[in-house]
């Protein structure tokens, strides 16, 4: 918002920056992260067969690629970080205009110069607008970390600490600052995409594909408070239960994606997949909804209640490939995913139930210390004062 600009991150890690109102370029010279790919790794050895039956299904759902490319070794790679500089999105402070990439580290801080990087790092970024345009973009600094990420950044609303993940199934937080370390918590296995981080209380949910866990910020350590059941479905002989997607946090529990399959390699397979809503204080699974088809984007909740979600069946090419002429899973379907609220009367105690918890807590907030959470609390409440309008308002037009 500083500079009223659009930014973006490439893969190989060019930096953009155009003119929020023309398009036009406002850097003076582009600009490319350091560091080189990431190491490749095999994430998932299957028979020629089965990959190109894979590949065919997925090709018509997807745009240009570049010539000559597997699409699911080629999304796969991309979406866990491998053979890639920079694997997911990037965050803006709102307050200072910084940009926090996670990406490789420089080739060099591994030990060996050999166009491979073998750690992954966090760089600070700072677009410098004095004179321009044009204008130049500086790296503060950086932190480097073993293992490489597929990890966006996330940052707390006052944009004091910045969480991530490495490969290796760590949650870590660092100071915005200069970049130290505070703490990491292992969680077993490598962490989805974007950790995601509430407004209130401090606390984070990363997932895996075992659970989505509830982890609070305790300043100098953060504390695994509960893992979810992921108890949607009954699952067949050798199947199981996984999560599929990150979180998104809503005011009266925290939306998933959840699915049921086999597992290959460690490899999740779902055949059957859904969204459904867990309660924030003990992680169990209140409500569910069976839907058409998985996502690796996320979740956005909008004001009459409903869930929507783009379709990216990455993981269920497989198991389509695997077990679609069985009929044991359906066709692959892109587009866009919405879940709508049935039960209104619920959707209007809980948005007012939560407006009020939020209304206490931003009037300690205010006397006590932090007027910005207060300021951030009254936004969500104003918020969930209309949900709560505009659902009344449908639920007596349908005579509900």
Request: charged share 20%.
């Amino acid at each position: 918002a500083q500079a009223d600009a659009i930014l973006g991150v490439m893969r190989d890690g060019n930096v953009y920056a155009l003119d929020r109102a023309t398009g036009a370029q406002l850097l003076a010279a582009p600009y490319v992260i350091p560091g080189e790919p990431s190491p490749p790794r095999d994430t998932l050895l299957l028979p020629e067969a089965l990959t190109e039956k894979a590949d065919a299904a997925l090709t018509p759902l997807m745009g240009a690629l570049p010539p000559g490319s597997k699409v699911l070794d080629l999304l796969t790679s991309v979406v866990l970080g491998f053979e890639t500089k920079v694997a997911n999105y990037f965050s803006v402070d709102v307050h200072t205009g910084r940009l926090w990439v996670a990406a490789t580290a420089p080739d060099e801080e591994d030990g060996s110069a050999d166009g491979v990087s073998e750690l992954g790092a966090l760089y600070c970024l700072e677009l410098v607008t004095t004179g321009g345009p044009p204008y130049t973009i500086q790296k503060l600094f950086h932190t480097s970390f073993v293992g490489g990420t597929a990890s966006t950044p996330s940052l707390t609303a006052d944009g004091t600490r910045v969480y991530m993940a490495d490969n290796l199934g760590n949650l870590i937080a660092i100071d915005t600052t200069d970049g130290r370390r505070l703490w990491e918590l292992d969680m077993g296995r490598q962490i989805f995409g974007s950790v995601a981080v509430a407004s209130d209380n401090n606390e984070l949910y990363p997932c895996t594909s075992d659970a989505v866990i509830k982890v609070v910020d305790n300043g100098t350590h953060g504390t695994e408070v509960w893992r979810s059941e992921l108890d949607a479905y009954t699952p067949g002989l050798g199947q199981r239960n996984f999560n599929v997607l990150l979180a998104t946090i809503g005011a009266n529990g925290v939306f998933i994606q959840t699915g049921a399959g086999l597992e290959l390699e460690g490899y999740p397979l779902p055949l059957k997949v859904g969204v459904g809503l867990l309660d924030r204080e003990t992680g169990e699974l209140r409500y569910f909804a069976e839907g058409l088809e998985e996502s690796i984007a996320a979740m956005n909740s909008s004001p009459d209640g409903s869930v929507y979600l783009g379709f990216s069946p990455l993981r269920r090419a497989v198991s389509y490939a695997l077990f679609g002429d069985l009929g044991m899973t359906h066709r692959l379907s892109g587009g866009v995913g919405k879940f709508a609220a049935r039960r209104l009367d619920l959707l209007i105690r809980d948005a007012a139930c939560a407006a009020s918890a939020r209304a206490l807590n931003a009037s300690n907030k205010a006397v006590c210390c932090c007027p910005d959470s207060a300021e951030a609390d009254i936004r969500q409440i104003l918020n969930l004062i209309n949900q709560s309008r505009r659902s009344s308002t449908k639920a007596i037009a349908d005579g509900d």
